[in-house]
């Protein structure tokens, strides 16, 4: 089953930004539509933004206009660009393969994800 490794958390200031990575272990990367969740303490794992193979991509909508997924085929990994951080939006940042058109997890397991912490 394909892994994945999530880097570039930290604790970050209020309207601060970050960059999140997410290498895959697989040669095949350019076949999954790959997916950012995040789980706050005490609330479900939540699909944050996703991206096709295609290059099309889908946000909820609490991060619109704040956060930007992009992929690089050619290193397998997916990025998420996280400007204006918000107080909620502190979290742990996991990575994960995706089915369409539902966004849901594709795969079970997951990695040990980057925390987030936004706070003043």
């Known amino acids: 089953q394909v892994q994945f490794v999530e880097s570039g958390g930290g604790l970050v200031q209020p309207g601060g930004s970050l960059r999140l990575s997410c290498v895959a272990s697989?040669?095949?990367?350019?076949?999954?539509?790959m997916g950012w969740f995040r789980q706050a303490p005490g609330k479900e794992r939540e699909l944050v933004a996703g991206?096709?193979?295609?290059?099309?991509?889908n946000y909820v909508d609490s991060v619109k206009g704040r956060f930007t997924i992009s992929r690089d085929n050619a290193k397998g990994t997916v990025y998420l660009q996280m400007n204006s951080l918000k107080l909620e939006d502190t979290a742990v940042y996991y990575c994960?393969?995706?089915?369409?058109?539902?966004?849901?997890?594709?795969?079970?397991?997951w990695g040990r994800g980057t925390q987030v912490t936004v706070s003043s």
């Open positions: 994960n393969a995706v089915r369409t058109p539902t966004w849901r997890a594709a795969n079970d397991i």
């Open positions: 697989t040669s095949f990367f350019r076949m999954y539509n």
């Open positions: 991206i096709s193979t295609g290059g099309g991509t």
